[in-house]
């Protein structure tokens, strides 16, 4: 691995460092129908105090979105995703503390979002949703999160077939930064995810948690998002309200297996359990 490169995220005027400490990055939602927590802060100033909230329980970072990923979700346009955003990162972005991110697919969304403050890209499509999108993060200068899904939200768990999941998601991992890289992305303004809960089942999700070690070939930090995912539910029977504890454990595995950044509903919790799980890992 490259030591030298993976140690930080280069984020528009922004250097994150990713070597020192697992970094924890705290999930706002501002949607009507995210799995988790969808609804609970489409209010601005509701959405500013989690985001305090989160900062003060230790989060390193936010990410925002304005649009529901979860298997089955409908799209929406452009235009009501910038609606949905646009009071809630005025409210926030200047006030931030932390380096914002922002989940979306679209680049006139990232571009606005851009502009209120956020400085990383956090797009689940790995740049292949919207063409225009590598241009504007190569442009800006903003971090990027590449994450690996097959089809779309509303069709991905039909895509969940894979010779070696874990292989399979390396190699798509490695050719999109390769085409980011092409675009005139370089590659300190990368982060890797493998997209857990998109495009894969229970069986595939455990498998790459069990693997996540292999993605440290790539030569750049790994982001995880495992919190309250339905393979949790699957696995202990809980409801979404009810898989902290699940929540738990599959984060200790993603540190364990080198991931550096863990995207989280539950900041205050989660963070005790990297800080426990990094000690392990150091130990």
């Given at each position: 691995?490259?030591?030298?490169?993976?140690?930080?995220?280069?984020?528009?005027?922004?250097?994150?460092?990713?070597?020192?400490?697992?970094?924890?990055?705290?999930?706002?939602?501002?949607?009507?129908?995210?799995?988790?927590?969808?609804?609970?802060?489409?209010?601005?100033?509701?959405?500013?105090?989690?985001?305090?909230?989160?900062?003060?329980?230790?989060?390193?970072?936010?990410?925002?979105?304005?649009?529901?990923?979860?298997?089955?979700?409908?799209?929406?346009?452009?235009?009501?995703?910038?609606?949905?955003?646009?009071?809630?990162?005025?409210?926030?972005?200047?006030?931030?503390?932390?380096?914002?991110?922002?989940?979306?697919?679209?680049?006139?969304?990232?571009?606005?979002a851009i502009d209120w403050g956020a400085v990383i890209i956090n797009d689940i499509s790995a740049l292949e949703h919207d063409s225009r999108m590598g241009g504007v993060v190569a442009r800006t200068k903003a971090g990027l999160v590449l994450m690996h899904m097959?089809?779309?939200?509303?069709?991905?768990?039909?895509?969940?077939?894979?010779?070696?999941?874990?292989?399979?998601?390396?190699?798509?991992?490695?050719?999109?930064?390769?085409?980011?890289?092409?675009?005139?992305?370089?590659?300190?303004?990368?982060?890797?995810?493998?997209?857990?809960?998109?495009?894969?089942?229970?069986?595939?999700?455990?498998?790459?948690?069990?693997?996540?070690?292999?993605?440290?070939?790539?030569?750049?930090?790994?982001?995880?998002?495992?919190?309250?995912?339905?393979?949790?539910?699957?696995?202990?029977?809980?409801?979404?309200?009810?898989?902290?504890?699940?929540?738990?454990?599959?984060?200790?595995?993603?540190?364990?297996?080198?991931?550096?950044?863990?995207?989280?509903?539950?900041?205050?919790?989660?963070?005790?359990?990297?800080?426990?799980?990094?000690?392990?890992?150091?130990?």
């Open positions: 691995m490259d030591e030298i490169h993976s140690a930080y995220l280069q984020a528009c005027h922004v250097r994150i460092p990713c070597s020192r400490h697992v970094l924890v990055m705290g999930i706002l939602n501002v949607t009507p129908d995210s799995f988790s927590d969808g609804g609970h802060f489409l209010d601005p100033q509701r959405a500013l105090a989690h985001v305090e909230r989160m900062v003060s329980e230790g989060a390193d970072l936010v990410d925002i979105g304005a649009e529901s990923t979860r298997p089955g979700s409908q799209p929406i346009d452009e235009q009501e995703e910038i609606r949905r955003l646009k009071p809630v990162m005025e409210a926030i972005g200047k006030r931030a503390t932390v380096p914002l991110s922002i989940d979306t697919r679209k680049a006139g969304v990232a571009e606005r097959r089809g779309t939200p509303q069709t991905m768990q039909q895509h969940c077939q894979y010779d070696n999941v874990v292989e399979d998601v390396r190699d798509y991992l490695g050719s999109r930064m390769d085409h980011a890289e092409e675009i005139g992305i370089t590659r300190e303004h990368m982060l890797i995810d493998p997209g857990i809960g998109f495009a894969k089942n229970e069986q595939q999700n455990l498998s790459l948690l069990k693997g996540l070690g292999s993605l440290q070939q790539l030569g750049r930090p790994v982001l995880i998002g495992v919190s309250n995912k339905s393979f949790i539910g699957t696995v202990t029977g809980q409801p979404v309200a009810q898989r902290i504890m699940g929540t738990a454990a599959a984060v200790a595995a993603a540190v364990l297996g080198g991931a550096r950044i863990i995207r989280v509903h539950d900041v205050g919790s989660i963070r005790e359990v990297v800080r426990m799980s990094e000690a392990i890992a150091q130990a």
